[in-house]
């Protein structure tokens, strides 16, 4: 073999492998078995997703600016990106508002600490040194999954993100305030998450409290299927995020209602 063929070669197998790493396929999935299906198999790997808080419970929104990022949300993601790499790589998790309490990464009833023991939390006060710290993580081969406060984000700064997501094949996972829903983003995806009121005992309301998710946005995903709400449930003995059937079927139930009432193609845009 000659030293231009070899070269050429190399070559193509470097371009190969650089369209392999900016591709679109390889998703993750979130465990929960019917928002994998109406994505398509999860998560894009990928890419910048967008999760917006929850606005505290019996306050002016407005005016307070009172919010809580998902937890639960981001903690059961993490654990899906751990479990389906077959590297052992870090979850970066950026900014003080969406660190968790320690006990909460620990499953088995105590016995697996894998996720706090894979876990950086960077401590990052302003939105220039979030992005700043978020970006030389998801520049990292080391680093998985990079999970953030993106409040106060412009839309040239979740444009970065994404890029740089998308660029590494690395997960990104930003918490934002309610109301900042309406601000532009780059984000593949934005979902919003509420309280779910609980029918059941005060003790299975702090065992298994409930949370409703609801797609605002996702590349690639018909529009009609946008407006999909799940129930999601915590169960603190497992400590694990799983999709309520129960509830499931009923915002279904009514989406199908509303579909029926609606014109064929008239959908309101996002």
């Given at each position: 073999?000659?030293?231009?063929?070899?070269?050429?070669?190399?070559?193509?197998?470097?371009?190969?492998?650089?369209?392999?790493?900016?591709?679109?396929?390889?998703?993750l999935?979130?465990?929960w078995?019917?928002?994998?299906?109406?994505?398509?198999?999860?998560?894009?790997?990928?890419?910048?997703?967008e999760w917006?808080?929850?606005?505290?419970?019996?306050?002016?929104?407005?005016?307070l600016?009172?919010?809580s990022?998902?937890?639960?949300v981001?903690?059961h993601?993490?654990?899906?990106?751990?479990?389906?790499?077959?590297?052992?790589?870090?979850?970066?998790?950026?900014?003080?508002?969406?660190?968790?309490?320690?006990?909460?990464?620990?499953?088995?009833?105590?016995?697996?600490?894998?996720l706090?023991?894979?876990?950086?939390?960077?401590?990052?006060?302003s939105?220039?040194?979030?992005?700043w710290a978020?970006?030389?993580?998801?520049?990292?081969?080391?680093?998985?999954?990079?999970?953030?406060?993106?409040?106060?984000?412009?839309?040239?700064?979740?444009?970065?993100?994404?890029?740089?997501?998308q660029?590494?094949?690395?997960?990104?996972?930003?918490?934002?305030?309610?109301?900042e829903?309406?601000e532009?983003?780059?984000?593949?995806?934005?979902?919003?998450?509420?309280?779910?009121p609980?029918?059941?005992?005060?003790?299975?309301?702090?065992?298994?409290?409930?949370?409703?998710?609801?797609?605002l946005?996702?590349?690639?995903?018909?529009?009609?299927k946008?407006?999909?709400?799940?129930a999601?449930?915590?169960?603190?003995d497992?400590?694990?995020?799983?999709?309520?059937?129960?509830?499931?079927?009923?915002?279904?139930?009514?989406?199908?209602e509303?579909?029926?009432?609606r014109?064929?193609?008239?959908?309101?845009?996002?």
């Amino acid at each position: 073999m000659t030293l231009a063929t070899t070269i050429q070669t190399l070559q193509s197998k470097l371009n190969d492998t650089c369209h392999e790493n900016m591709g679109q396929g390889r998703v993750l999935q979130t465990g929960w078995s019917g928002i994998d299906v109406d994505l398509g198999g999860g998560l894009l790997a990928g890419a910048l997703h967008e999760w917006f808080g929850l606005a505290a419970r019996g306050h002016n929104v407005a005016s307070l600016r009172t919010w809580s990022p998902p937890i639960c949300v981001l903690v059961h993601l993490a654990w899906q990106a751990l479990e389906a790499s077959s590297r052992t790589r870090w979850i970066v998790w950026v900014g003080r508002r969406c660190f968790p309490y320690p006990s909460i990464l620990v499953r088995g009833r105590g016995t697996d600490h894998r996720l706090l023991e894979r876990s950086l939390f960077v401590t990052a006060h302003s939105a220039n040194d979030r992005l700043w710290a978020i970006d030389l993580a998801l520049r990292s081969s080391s680093v998985g999954v990079v999970i953030a406060d993106g409040s106060t984000f412009s839309m040239a700064a979740t444009r970065r993100v994404q890029l740089l997501a998308q660029r590494h094949q690395t997960l990104a996972l930003m918490v934002r305030p309610p109301w900042e829903q309406g601000e532009l983003s780059a984000a593949q995806s934005r979902w919003l998450i509420r309280w779910e009121p609980h029918a059941s005992t005060t003790k299975s309301v702090l065992l298994k409290p409930r949370w409703s998710v609801q797609l605002l946005r996702c590349k690639g995903v018909q529009y009609e299927k946008a407006h999909t709400t799940w129930a999601l449930e915590w169960d603190s003995d497992t400590s694990t995020l799983n999709l309520s059937s129960e509830m499931v079927r009923q915002a279904r139930s009514s989406k199908e209602e509303q579909a029926c009432d609606r014109p064929h193609g008239m959908y309101r845009p996002a």
